[in-house]
Each structure stands twice: as C-alpha cells, then as structure tokens.
C-alpha cells in the first residue's frame, strides 16, 4: 500500500532531511494550497491513489504550514508535484500533469478509448 503524509509545520526538520537526501531515496511531494479549488480536488484524488497497490511516498506539502519549501525545487503554483528517484527529479507543474500522476493508468500504444482506430 502507497503511504501519504501530510506534512505540518512541525515536520520541517523531516522534509528537510528528504530534500537534503534526494540524491540516495525515492519520494513524492505534493504542493497544495488550502484554499485552492483544483489542489483540493488533487488531494481527494491523491487519498484514493494511496489506496491502491503500490510502494511509494507521498509527502503532501502545504502553502500555508511550510511556504519555504516551496523553493527547493522552483515551485511557485499549487498543485504541483516533484517525483524524485535516486536523483532523478521529474517536476510537474501543469494541472493535467499532477491529475494524470495520481489517475492515469498505464494503456497500450495505439489503445485509446473511443478511438476509431483502437478496433
């Protein structure tokens, strides 16, 4: 089962340690404002995605709680999402991008729903 924390700001020290660490662990961060009408629609999204089968993190980062750590990675709009792997940093700043991450499923090359050539 995935996890998904939601951070306060008494976690500074925690994601601190995360960023700090990027180069060696794999996590998620989800940016998110309280007050924003789509980044709340993502968060009800993201509860069901920690639901299903799978092992990774999500760390859910608030605008209001840590404001700062919303610049190590450029973040300037919620939602947002940084994917980190070893090093590797994906950052998904456009709405369809952080819907599709927590919604998508995976489909065949040439196998899209309704497509008049998917038959």
Not at 5 to 30: G, M, T, V
Not at 79 to 86: A, E, F, I, T, Y
Request: overall charge positive.
């Amino acid at each position: 089962m995935r996890t998904l924390k939601f951070l306060a700001s008494s976690d500074e020290k925690l994601i601190n340690k995360l960023i700090r660490e990027k180069k060696s662990s794999s996590f998620i961060i989800f940016y998110h404002s309280e007050w924003d009408f789509w980044s709340n629609r993502i968060v009800e999204l993201a509860k069901a995605w920690a639901e299903k089968d799978g092992n990774e993190q999500c760390y859910v980062v608030s605008s209001w709680e840590l404001p700062h750590v919303f610049s190590a990675f450029g973040i300037n709009i919620a939602p947002s999402l940084v994917k980190v792997d070893r090093g590797a940093i994906k950052v998904f700043v456009e709405f369809p991008k952080v819907y599709d991450f927590f919604v998508s499923k995976k489909r065949q090359k040439g196998k899209r729903k309704g497509h008049p050539q998917s038959a």
